[in-house]
């Protein structure tokens, strides 16, 4: 990403030329929007490793009292506190664990919104999964995150605590036409940057610019 980018240009001496970024890629024509799937009344997913780096605590927070339903994929160290924490507290939460990629389209377009609410990212390839699929999303405004969501337009950003995450999904769950423009502007932003074809663009002129320096001919 930008940020990563940048945080080697400022702990690194190397010149800016020599660091390119290549982003993960997305599979467009699989994460994509499903007419054989109708979206859940209410259903929240999120997808990615149960540890700590991925605030799974201040999500289960902010389910507490919600009419709406939390559907966690994924597996990680954190998976049996996590479990005994929703079980104890009741808390509508259904935690799949791990599934093969191939499942995640249908897993997603039958959700009404995505939400990581992770402390830091890298380039986070579930989100953008997410996006692919027309899903409106909901990510904390942290490195990682906020380079890929365009606030109110690709997307919905808010802070890391719970009481964040809960009216950042309050908000997003009452307004439908908001669900809807992010969700379609978010489809089209990955399509427009993150497909295979946009990728290996960017990795092709990568490999073309090592060639022309190895042989001297770099202009």
Request: net charge neutral.
């Amino acid at each position: 990403t930008e940020f990563m980018k940048q945080y080697a240009l400022d702990r690194y001496s190397v010149s800016e030329d020599k660091v390119w970024v290549i982003p993960n890629y997305v599979l467009t024509d699989v994460f994509a929007p499903s007419s054989s799937h109708s979206r859940g009344n209410r259903c929240i997913i999120f997808v990615g490793r149960l540890a700590e780096q991925k605030n799974p605590w201040a999500l289960l927070d902010a389910m507490r009292g919600l009419d709406a339903e939390l559907v966690m994929v994924g597996d990680g160290p954190l998976r049996e506190p996590l479990e005994a924490k929703a079980s104890v507290e009741e808390l509508a939460v259904k935690f799949l664990g791990n599934r093969p990629h191939r499942e995640l389209p249908q897993h997603l377009n039958r959700a009404t919104l995505f939400v990581l609410p992770s402390l830091y990212e890298g380039h986070p390839k579930t989100l953008l999964e997410a996006m692919s699929c027309g899903l409106p999303v909901i990510g904390t405004n942290v490195p990682g995150i906020r380079e890929l969501i365009r606030h109110r337009e690709t997307g919905y950003l808010c802070g890391t605590s719970p009481a964040e995450i809960r009216a950042a999904i309050l908000k997003v769950l009452g307004d439908a036409k908001l669900r809807e423009k992010m969700g379609r502007q978010a489809r089209q932003f990955v399509v427009e940057n993150f497909s295979v074809e946009r990728v290996l663009t960017r990795e092709l002129a990568l490999l073309d610019s090592l060639m022309k320096a190895e042989n001297g001919t770099e202009s």
